[in-house]
DNA sequence: CTTGACCCTGGACAGTACTCCACCCTCCAG
DNA sequence: CTGGAGGGTGGAGTACTGTCCAGGGTCAAG
């Protein structure tokens, strides 16, 4: 599909694409008439991306994994592998956000002084 | 305290902590040779600072609450309030974070398609 | 008085992630 | 054939968050 379809489908928009094009996030082919055209997978992909995004990598680290990832052999396996480390990361984040949250809950009703000098 | 004492009690560097006082996010007096003279209680904001940036807050973001923190004749009781916006932020975020695991959980294993192109 | 640790300023530079622009080409409908 | 939507390139610019540096002042110890 043609970059517009793509912005549309995923709601980037094609500057960010092309950008992410250039950081070599997203692969493309060339139409004759030198068009972008990028598979459909490239749907889910950027979803991936923006997955991982949230949960704090880089562009560039998402880029690699996801050239490691294309150039294994048992892709599917070490996809699966992936989503393990990053539900662990996950976990990880999401237990200290549940510290945080104790240690802001405990300080609830104290005066306690955080205020800016 | 002067610069290289706050910077080793926060570990951040004296540039940065320089460049949170141009931003409006640190403030301090200045001693009659001109040094920077911090208040012990930047220590503590400087560690609400950090947590406020994990929570994904700029630092513009931070300075404008914190001027309104300080500015407020209430200051126990907007800080406790803050707190509890937080509280709802973190909460938010880890139902976030439980979605985005139990998204990748379901798919570890399954062959599914998310190679880049 | 010199040395070394520490501080000051202003400004350049860096990495990340976009965003916008000028200028040009391609394609399809009318 | 023309107009307009959509595509291409290279490069500049932006916002954020620092980081580094040159050039120079301050201060206490030896």
Redesign the pocket.
Known sequence: M????LAGLTGL????L??YERTGLLVSRRL?????DFPPEAVPWLRYVRTA?ALGF???EIARTGAELSAAPDAAERLSELFREKIALIDARTAELAALRADLAGRVGTGCPLAPA
Chains 1, 2 share one sequence.
Request: glycine content about 10%; aromatic content about 10%; overall charge positive.
């Open positions: 043609r970059i517009g379809e928009s094609r500057d960010t092309r950008f004759p008439n030198g068009y972008r995004q880089s562009l560039a």
